[in-house]
């Protein structure tokens, strides 16, 4: 990305990622930001893989930023009456109501209330998804835990939940559904919910392996972005796509939520899913208090990643493999979607840099 493709109120970001790439030019960025629908950047810096420059095309892992889009596909079918957010979910699955969890309302799943954050065992990526969602149908309900009163942040069990939900209304597997019914009308013309051999062969080009830091350094994971990688079945991770599509998701509930756009999820759910749910809430996994909307964080800057500036009625995801951050802000009419990888050192670096990015975008 050349430098004249920066616009001025963000050069002290671009001036940072390009001092950071002259240590580890083996990483790379890419970043979208508009406001009120008008494009304020769309841009990239360094490599996707060794070799080949990161591009404004480079499809990039979204890691749990992609969450909203199974919460937008399980939305539809509530506009559709296949569904209610306040439906248990026995109601749909009648196994998941063992252990004491008959109780779990879909709403509860999707504002992380559910009470069944953790399975022993090897995890999704070692073990098939259709026995995942068995164990998570198995699973107990946490001790002591109300659904609807606690709140905790499910990585992974709520949204293997969702997928089931989707695959018991809709006549084919959730990926498919997400993408022709949320991601294509909103779009998102360069996002996959997993990858076929076919599409992965036709995108492996323009992919670009995820990256982050954590105590031990720059951690790089390519096996993300192989064919099996890709393949693979995890509704909680599984997204790919440009940054310019996150920030396409974000413009396009932003302006649903005004009764314009191409959102296939009407302008009621819409707000059921961005609005204020049970306010900030001590979140038993993060050790703090944060709110969750249906499927969206809310208040962002309470959140992971975030930063500084963004409004009470924001809403977003963030995803740490990548450092992957997708928010809109209706205050402001704000949206951005970056990627910063490992060029942003940890969780108070990656929420500098979005802090410097959201104040170019208000200037």
């Excluded at 504002?111 to 399975?119: A, I, V």
């Excluded at 597997?173 to 779009?187: S, T």
Aim: charged share 20%; with cysteine.
């Amino acid at each position: 990305m050349t430098r004249e493709r920066w616009p001025s109120a963000f050069e002290q970001v671009r001036r940072v990622l390009a001092e950071r790439l002259a240590a580890q030019p083996l990483l790379g960025a890419q970043l979208f930001v508009s406001r009120h629908g008008i494009p304020l950047l769309d841009a990239a810096i360094g490599e996707a893989q060794p070799g080949h420059p990161m591009s404004r095309d480079s499809v990039l892992y979204w890691s749990c930023a992609g969450k909203p889009l199974l919460a937008l596909a399980v939305a539809l079918l509530v506009d559709e009456g296949a569904l209610d957010f306040d439906d248990p979910v026995s109601r749909h699955l009648p196994e998941f109501g063992a252990g004491g969890k008959a109780g779990i309302t879909i709403g509860d799943v999707l504002t992380h209330s559910g009470g069944f954050r953790y399975l022993s065992g090897p995890g999704p990526y070692y073990e098939r998804y259709d026995t995942f969602i068995e164990r998570v149908n198995a699973a107990p309900l946490e001790p002591g835990w109300v659904p609807g009163r606690d709140q905790g942040y499910h990585q992974e069990t709520g949204w293997y939940v969702l997928a089931a939900l989707i695959e018991a209304k809709r006549a084919h597997g959730y990926p498919e559904d997400v993408v022709q019914r949320i991601c294509r009308p909103m779009g998102l013309e360069s996002t996959w919910v997993t990858m076929s051999a076919e599409v992965h062969d036709s995108v492996r080009p323009r992919l670009a392996v995820p990256s982050y830091i954590n105590r031990r350094g720059v951690r790089r994971v390519p096996y993300l972005i192989s064919a099996p990688g890709c393949r693979t079945r995890i509704p909680s991770y599984g997204c790919y796509g440009t940054m310019a599509d996150l920030g396409r998701l974000y413009e396009q509930v932003l302006l649903g939520l005004d009764g314009r756009g191409s959102s296939p999820v009407s302008r009621g759910t819409l707000a059921l899913m961005t609005g204020r749910g049970r306010g900030p809430t001590f979140d038993r996994t993060w050790k703090h208090e944060c709110e969750y909307a249906r499927g969206f964080s809310r208040d962002v800057s309470k959140h992971w990643g975030f930063g500084s500036g963004w409004s009470a009625s924001s809403f977003g995801m963030v995803g740490l493999v990548g450092h992957v951050c997708g928010g809109g802000d209706p205050a402001t009419g704000i949206v951005i979607a970056a990627s910063f990888g490992a060029l942003a050192h940890g969780q108070k670096d990656l929420e500098a840099l979005m802090s410097s990015v959201y104040a170019g975008a208000l200037s």
